[in-house]
Structure formats: structure tokens, C-alpha cells
């Protein structure tokens, strides 16, 4: 349990509210009933309630999105009943509030909103509002001050039926009980493995480039863009990479946050979260590590990035694939099906096909099917849909836009600039792709091999505006920066700038 003095009062790390936002007195007030739950009761109390009732549950199609991807971590939604045009205007925005800067997506169960929030000067808050009207039901406030390069959130909570979970930009690692609003316990994913503390300090010129300690090993210094862990659960193990000097992997039991196990270091630190690949029908967590950086070379030997499976119960390592090239990796591995794993990338490679063979006696091995730069993705998974998969190939030094590639690694095309997509986020439902530019535009797309496909488009942000030190990572270039994960769920996506949360009406 956290010390109660370094606990913060609800009200202390809430972002400046305008207009759209909600009164503070309004947060815990009693949530209103669900969707199911008011059209149970119009059904009951009115005989022409059923034609109502079949029209809103065709819209809804009710679906959570409880962590990070979606229900499977993949980016795709069971819903259905998806707008195939929208208005003029674009689809119908909901509400909107106002967050604190950065790049944490939202999270959505049982039709409350979840987003870890955060001042780069106090720390992180937790939020929770009603989807339906977007009002602030409460919020849980800790201490974690502190900046990185591109200042702000970083994360998105992982939410199951009783508790939420999530992993803040200084590593804090919480379990709040989604009844009391409190911790149940917490963690420190990067300090308790001999990690060295977050000394930089919000407002410094140039957040994040300050000369590193050189009385800190390189190991052990707070990575340069922050702790960037979505909690995985599996079973009873809540799994996140610490990737600290003393810990790769770390795998606690969810109700206590004792740990059941660790590995040592996998490789060069990296921002990726643990994924689950089936091989042969077995769970495997799948985790990814960089390459040493080829222009800044903190480490004295050339290092290749390694992807490694692991076995859920135990931690062991179960296969390695030692030939990943990518010095600053992010997104989460893939499961291609066929036990191949699709890693990507926005440095050096941009994308590796890897199969897992199963051996005789009962080992695993890895093979390379295909590695390509021409297609890959900086910061998120690629969509996987009917054999092939898109994804946003922007990167500092290459702007391909949205690229389709099929599962044998043929490119099938490249929007490039026109349009440029790039650190976007995309879903995949009811066999369509809602997409961010990563700027201020929302599309809709129908995934197709033979070419890009838009059916709308929308400005959905308004345009940045261009600063000097700090706000460099705030706006690049004038440009907004729209680059958190999404979140779809009752047919309302969930989609955030640097100062907005948007919930926007897709479906009939």
C-alpha cells in the first residue's frame, strides 16, 4: 500500500477544465443504468419498446475494450452495425473533456471510460467517467513527478471485473478496487529491480536530453522516453516487462501483487508491452528488446534485439530469435497465426516474420520466413485481416504512409503521403478500419489487398500550434500530435489529442 503522505488529494493533478468539462461535484454521484439495463425496463413497460429495442442493441452489439488493443490485445472489436458514410461534418462527436498531455489511451468496461492521466510536474491520476455522458465519476491521484522526451501519459489501464490496473510513466504499478476507488496494492515495476529513480525534472530545456549521470550504469539509467508498460493479465498473473538490472519480465499475482516470477534481463531496454502468441495451441508471452542504437552508441558492443517466448505459469524461456534490428522498439509482437510471430519496427528493420517450430522433444525453435523495410510500424502492432496486415510505416526517416503487406511478405501497396498516416492508431470491426493520421483526421477504411480504400474522412482536432523548448514535443512542427491507442465500445470510439478525450458516435 502506498504511504497516505505521498498520496495526493482527487482533486490535485486534474488538468485545467473549460466549458466541456465536468463540475468536481458531479464525479461521485451515483452511474446511471446501463444501456441492457434501460432497455430492459422500456421492454417491460411498453409493448412497442421491442422495435426500439432491436434497432439499439443492433448499434450496440455491447463490447468492452478493457486494455490495451482491445478484448484480445490485437486491435480488433466483435462489434457490429458500424457507419459505412458519415455526415459532412464527420460523425457526430458525444462529448468531449479535457486530459492532461500525452499519449495514454482510454480503457472501457461496463460502460465506464478508465484513462491514467498525468502532470509531468505532480504525477499521475486515474479517471473514471461514464461513457454515455462523459462525466467524471472519480478519479485516484499519486505522487510520480517527473518528465522524459514527449512529456506526459503513457499508458492504458487494464480493467477485469472488480479491479484496475495500471503502470504509470515513473513505473508505479497499481491495483485500485473499482468499488472502493483504492489502492489494493502497488508496486514499482523499474525501482524495485534496481532501476535508479526519475530525477528529470518537468520544465527543463529540452525534456528528456539532459546528460545522463555517469555514476548510474547505463543499465540502470531511467530509460529516455519513460516507462511505457500495458499490463497483460493472464490467469491470476498480472505481466509487465520491467526490463530494470535485475528483472526482464515480471509476472505478480494480481489480487496481491506478490510476484510469482521473473526473468533476468532479455536484451537492451525497449518500450514494449508483453503480448500472448498461440503456439500449437499454447499460450506464450511474447516480448521484444532493442538493438543497440547505431548513432548513439551507450553500449560498447553491437547488440542484435532479441524476441523471446516465455511460459506463462513459470517465466521460462521457451524459444529466442536473436536477429531483430531495431534500436528503439515499441510495438507489441503479433500473432500471425500458424505459429509465426510478426514483429515491426521504425528503426533499422521495419518488420520480421518469425515461425516457432515445436521439436520432437518438446523444445522450441525459431526460423526467419522473410524481413523487410518496407513495411513496419514506430509505435503500434499492425491490423491483421484475412490474411494480410496494415499498418502506419512513418518514421523519422521514412513516410510511407498506411502499407498493406500480405503474410508472405509481398508489399500490396503504399498511400505514402497521400495520405500520410503515421503513429496513428487503428481498429479493425465489423470489416472496417477506423484509423488516426496521428495529426487531426479520422478515417474509415475498407481493408483491401488490391489498393487503399477510404469511405470518409474527418478532422476530428484542431490544428497545433508551433512552440519553442518544451512544447516541441508537445506540437511537432505545428502539428497535433494524436498518437494514443483508441478504444471502441457501445458503438462510441474513444480517441484523444495532447489537451481533448473525444467520444464519437460509428455506429448506427
Known sequence: MPDPKHQLPEHHLRPNRGADAFSPKQQHQTHQPDMKTKLTRLFETTGVASITCTLLLTCAQAADWPQYLGPNRNSTSPEKGLLRSWPPGGPEVLWTVSVGRGFGGPAVKDGKVYLLDRDDAVGDTLRCFDLATG???WSFAYAAPGTAMFPGSRSVPTVTESHVYTCGHNGDLYCVDLKTHQPVWHRN???DFGGAPNTRTAGATGPGRER???NIPPAARFPMWAITQNPLIHGDRLIVASQAPEAGVVAYDKLTGTVKWKTPSLGLISYVSPAIVKVDGQDHVVMVTSSTNPFQRVNPV???????GLAPATGNVLWKY???HCHISVASAVDAGDNRVLVVGGYELGATMIQVEKQPDGSYQTRELFTTVEFGDQTKPPVLH???VYAQYGTNSRREGLVCLRLDGKIMWKTRRSPDFNKGSMILADGLILATDGE????LIEPDPSGFKPLASAEMFPEGAAGSGNDIAFRVGGRTQNWAPMALSEGKLLLRDQ???KCVKVCR
Open 135 to 137: 462525466k467524471e465519476l
Open 189 to 191: 515495476v523499474w525501482t
Open 212 to 214: 545522463p549521470d555517469e
Open 302 to 308: 553491437d547488440e542484435l534485439g532479441n524476441v523471446v
Open 322 to 324: 536473436t536477429n531483430w
Open 386 to 388: 484475412n490474411g494480410h
Open 440 to 443: 487531426r483526421k479520422l478515417y
Open 499 to 501: 489537451t481533448q478525450l
